[in-house]
């Protein structure tokens, strides 16, 4: 005589993959969620991080550090024209060492993005984590600046 066959009929595996597949979709928007809650945590330290770099500075120098290094015309006001503040406080989010190179070199931020030749060119666009919050979805570099643009048409349109 037969023996009856152990094991699990198609239906019944179908049911437990169909169970598994809701459990799985039910799962996976809280996983989602604590995944942004760690990025907005990330984030919200990358800020203290940059607040606590803006007092460092404040501390050494007394002031905060500029907006902007501005320029008139084609002319430099300092050697480290159109430099902003993320950039002065470098050394204060350990940094120092890009800092250094750069302010070394003494090159004006415009002419090293418009000359590819400058060796500075590939440190000025060298990616800070600190400055970047982990939910952001926009590209790397801001392409909205127009580093071709002479300053004349600048200045002009205002």
Do not use: M
Not at 5 to 12: D, S, V, Y
């Amino acid at each position: 005589l037969h023996s009856p066959r152990r094991g699990f009929t198609l239906i019944e595996l179908l049911v437990v993959i169909a169970i598994i597949a809701i459990l799985i979709g039910l799962l996976l928007p809280a996983v989602q969620q604590a995944r942004e809650a760690a990025r907005r945590t990330q984030c919200r330290n990358h800020l203290k991080q940059i607040g606590l770099a803006l007092h460092n500075y404040h501390d050494t120098y007394g002031t905060l550090p500029p907006g902007v290094v501005h320029k008139v015309g084609n002319q430099n006001v300092a050697a480290l024209g159109s430099y902003g503040w993320g950039f002065f406080i470098l050394p204060y989010l350990d940094q120092g060492n890009l800092f250094t190179t750069l302010q070394s070199a003494g090159s004006d931020l415009d002419l090293v993005l418009r000359n590819t030749t400058d060796p500075n060119r590939n440190l000025v666009f060298q990616r800070i984590g600190v400055y970047r919050c982990p939910s952001d979805t926009a590209p790397d570099l801001n392409s909205r600046r127009e580093w071709d643009a002479p300053y004349s048409a600048f200045f002009n349109n205002q």
